[in-house]
């Protein structure tokens, strides 16, 4: 039995058949499953000879007939999706960015029976910086790293995959100390941040440039492995 048929007798015995009833003639649960296999496939990145980094976060954009009659049966559909994904995942040897997770979205430009996904890879960051939820609402410089905010203050902090990183991205991409972003405060309040790789396995870009270290202004994009990091002087909390 294939991977799609077992999805589909999976939600069937959760939902005693009543799903499949509210989407005769709309959008079938097994085209989603199936839409999503197509998206990790197409995406899939060459981490090494038998490991290929694949998006985590996805998003089915619905028309709104679609979406109203997904609504009631959403909880299950999301689990009984990603229990697929982990199993193609793991046949196909992918490795997810973060944990994996699944949204539904009404648009309007949909007519009933049509859907689109989109997808990114974010990686699960975490910090172990202590007090870092205070001091990033005063700090005068921060880092936004899939939505998480972290405080920059001097002399720095040291970004990475690894436990001894202060800020830890797990991203394949990502080395166990990938990048130092340096911090020193003017005499005049002002702040001055500069990013400096660590010698790490796949560099650090700013921009669209490979650095060895660069001074950043607001707004600066730094991009290590598949995770874009936003450097924040305002100081606004």
């Keep these: 039995m294939g991977m799609l048929q077992r999805f589909e007798n999976r939600l069937e015995q959760a939902v005693s058949g009543a799903f499949a009833k509210a989407f005769r003639s709309a959008v079938q649960p097994v085209e989603l499953a199936a839409a999503l296999q197509r998206e990790v496939d197409n995406s899939a990145q060459i ?5 290929r980094l694949v998006p985590n976060t996805f998003r089915i954009e619905l028309s709104e007939v679609d979406h109203d009659r997904l609504v009631p049966y959403e909880q299950t559909l999301v689990t009984e ?15 997810f960015a973060g944990p994996v997770s699944i949204e539904f979205e009404q ?8 859907f689109r996904v989109r997808s990114r890879a974010a990686a699960q960051v975490s910090s172990s910086v202590t007090g870092s ?20 203050t001097p002399p720095g902090l ?8 202060d800020v830890r991205i797990n991203d394949p991409g990502v080395s166990r100390r990938h990048a130092e972003f340096r911090v020193t405060s003017g005499g005049g309040g002002g702040t001055s941040v500069s990013v400096v790789d660590l010698g790490s396995t796949n560099g650090t870009l700013v921009g669209q440039e490979r650095i060895d270290e660069a001074e950043l202004s607001d707004g600066s994009t730094v991009r290590i ?12 909390g």
Excluded: P
Excluded at 81 to 95: C, F, P, S, T
Excluded at 225 to 236: A, C, F, K, M, P
């Design 47 to 51: 981490l090494s000879r038998n490991r």
């Design 81 to 95: 999706l990603i229990d697929l994904l982990r199993e193609h995942a793991e046949d196909q040897h992918y490795v």
């Design 107 to 114: 648009a309007e430009d949909l007519v009933t029976g049509r």
């Design 133 to 152: 939820n205070r001091s990033v609402r005063t700090a005068g410089a921060a880092l936004v790293v899939n939505g998480s905010r972290h405080a920059l």
């Design 158 to 165: 040291v970004v990475g995959r690894g436990s001894e990183a």
């Design 225 to 236: 492995g598949n995770t874009d990091i936003v450097v924040q002087l305002r100081g606004e």
